[in-house]
């Protein structure tokens, strides 16, 4: 499903902030990132969904190989994974519902299938009753969901999440982790990179740690393993 071999990501001011990293994540896994800030997850992230392109080393993400994909084939990778961020990234002027179809249309979705599939991943957010809101008049957790309804509007087949609950109280990110949860029992492969400690310790899945660019550890049911 993902599969990154002897990865390495220097940007442009010199900075090194993968170095040889090299992992395999079988379909319907949930993984963890974790590590200090500063040691290379929003890039480890940012390289399965093509924001950055890697300096040297392979990635395959859902069949795409994404270190060679032309630029015009970006959109068709785009449709096959949902990306979830920690401040949100609605449109403030659009409407939930609005911000959730925008993702079909700049697909090119018919419009006949717009409707019933952004009511259908509204439902499944529990956010059905907020259509017609703004995002400046919901809570940080209802705007996460959105922003969740819209990363699985496609159906994709992997969700990337980056510090999706570092915005929230603890109540809310537990209640976003029962949805990711939910997601995940459907099949959906999920890459999350947090820093909640307690969450990592309680729903445990397979973690991996990074510090300095480099993979320090990866374990199937593992824990945070840092104090903060
Ligand atoms: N666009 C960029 N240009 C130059 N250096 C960058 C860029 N983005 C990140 N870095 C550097 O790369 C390293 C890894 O950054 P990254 O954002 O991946 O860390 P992180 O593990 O996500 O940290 P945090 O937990 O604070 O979010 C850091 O040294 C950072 O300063
Ligand atoms: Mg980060």
Do not use: C
């Not at 080393?57 to 032309?70: A, E, Q, S, T, Y």
């Not at 959105?146 to 929230?168: F, K, Q």
Request: net charge positive.
């Amino acid at each position: 499903m993902i599969e990154m071999s002897d990865v390495w990501k220097e940007y442009p001011n010199k900075t090194m902030a993968l170095s040889g990293v090299s992992i395999k994540v079988n379909k319907g896994e949930f993984l963890y990132i974790v590590g200090p800030s500063g040691a290379g997850k929003s890039t480890f992230i940012k390289l399965m969904y093509r924001e950055e392109r890697p300096t040297k080393g392979h990635i395959f993400v859902n069949g795409f190989n994404i270190d060679r994909l032309k630029e015009r084939k970006v959109p068709y990778l785009r449709r096959n994974i949902g990306v979830i961020f920690q401040d949100f990234k609605l449109l403030p002027r659009m409407s939930t519902y609005e911000n959730v179809a925008f993702a079909l249309e700049v697909i090119n979705t018919p419009a006949r299938h717009v409707k019933r599939r952004v009511h259908d991943a509204l439902e499944w957010v529990g956010l059905l009753d907020k259509a017609k809101m703004f995002p400046n008049q919901l809570s940080g957790g209802e705007q996460q969901r959105i922003a969740i309804a819209r990363a699985i509007v496609n159906n994709p087949a992997v969700i990337i999440a980056d510090e999706p609950t570092g915005n929230l109280d603890p109540e809310t990110s537990w209640g976003i982790m029962k949805v990711f949860q939910r997601i995940n029992e459907r099949g959906t492969t999920i890459v999350m990179a947090t820093h909640n400690k307690d969450i990592v310790n309680t729903i445990r899945r397979r973690v991996v740690a990074i510090e300095h660019g480099r993979i320090v550890r990866d374990e199937n049911k593992g824990l945070y393993g840092y104090d903060d």
